[in-house]
């Protein structure tokens, strides 16, 4: 099969079609016959070598979701049979023509969607459940808050707190970006090289903020959120805060927390999985979310999709597919 190979750490370029062995399901795995894939900021980092998967995961091949039909079943598999169209969280392995994966971490396809609608969304569906709707406790008619709010885990958020009845607001670096986050449903979107969102938030007052900034953003994140605040971090892309007043964080009661979804375990992104079955896909069949692809490319243009990744003008997500 063809897989594109980081053939070494760097830039875009490394990035080179091979050909390798189709995977081989293990017990309760599916093989799945990939049909499209989705790209992941954590990507990037790991091309550049800076974010080695998991021991035991595919380490020189990456992607983190795919959509596509199951080829084969390795033992014991009960879910799936050959032919179903499945969309699946995996550890790394998604820029290829086949990758294995627990049959648990698959979900069924909406018939509303297309493989490169399915692709776009495992990663995002599964890190914004765990982090808004479990860690972060979001909760009907309380304010929430997604900085970057045009990226894939944004737009997710942004439509999903919103259909579970929160007031949305969220930041980005255009206008046209703030523009695509409230045609999606945030109820204001600031464009933070204009304006400076905590002055702008901080008589509203927020109840959960879903943080992939860190920097300088974590004490204004602290001022703006209320009494008994929820702080979440899935990244800290300007890098760890200078100060932290921690007296601040004791007055108003708030928690800070946050997590990684890629190194956890079968069973725990299995629960996951069932929770999105249960409150998320219905909203999608009864098209209540929308999926937002910028661009798609074939495998053998995987380079560009680092560039354009790195870039930040996409809104949405970048798609890779298998023609
Ligand atoms: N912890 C986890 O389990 C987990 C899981 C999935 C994703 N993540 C993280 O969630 C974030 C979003 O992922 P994604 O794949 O959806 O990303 P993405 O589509 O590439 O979007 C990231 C966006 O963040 C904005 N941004 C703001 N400040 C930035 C900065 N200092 N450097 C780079 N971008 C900046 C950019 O838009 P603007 O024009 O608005 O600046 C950029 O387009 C990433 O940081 C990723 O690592 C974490």
Redesign the pocket.
């Known amino acids: 099969m063809k897989a594109v190979i980081i053939t070494k750490p760097g830039g875009p370029e490394v990035l080179k079609i091979e050909e390798r062995p189709i995977p081989v399901p293990s017990e309760n795995e599916v093989l799945i016959k990939v049909k499209a894939a989705g790209l992941?900021?954590?990507d990037i980092a790991q091309r550049k070598g800076n974010y080695p998967a998991p021991i035991g995961t595919i380490q020189d091949v990456l992607g983190l979701e795919v959509a596509g039909t199951v080829e084969d079943l390795g033992k014991g598999v009960r879910k799936w049979k050959k032919g179903d169209n499945v969309m699946a969280l995996i550890s790394g392995g998604g820029y290829a023509e086949y990758v294995t994966v627990d049959e648990n971490i698959c979900l069924a396809i909406p018939d509303t969607l297309s493989f490169t609608e399915a692709a776009s969304l495992p990663?995002?569906l599964f890190?914004v459940w765990d982090n808004v709707f479990r860690r972060g406790r979001l909760k009907p008619g309380e304010n929430f808050l997604i900085?970057?709010g045009?990226?894939?885990?944004?737009i997710t958020a942004i439509q999903l707190a919103k259909a579970f009845g929160a007031t949305v607001f969220a930041?980005?670096?255009?206008d046209e970006?703030c523009k695509a986050c409230e045609d999606l449903g945030a109820d204001i979107c600031i464009n933070y090289k204009e304006q400076d969102f905590e002055a702008k938030l901080k008589e509203k007052g927020i109840d959960v903020i879903l943080d992939?900034?860190g920097g300088d953003y974590f004490a204004k994140n602290i001022n703006i959120l209320n009494a008994d605040g929820r702080l979440v971090y899935?990244?800290a892309?300007?890098g760890n805060p200078k100060e932290f007043n921690i007296m601040k964080m004791m007055q108003k009661r708030i928690v800070i927390t946050g997590?990684?979804?890629?190194g956890r375990d079968i069973e725990f992104k299995s629960a996951l999985a069932k929770e999105i079955e249960e409150h998320v896909l219905p909203l999608i069949k009864q098209g209540k979310f929308k999926t937002v692809i910028d661009q798609t490319f074939p495998l053998s243009e995987a380079s560009k999709t680092h560039e354009l990744?790195e870039s930040?003008k996409?809104i949405g997500k970048i798609i890779l597919v298998n023609e």
């Open positions: 992941n900021r954590s990663e995002a890190t900085h970057g045009s990226s894939g885990i944004g930041t980005a670096g255009t970006k992939m900034i899935i990244n892309m300007k997590s990684t979804l890629r990744m930040s996409h």
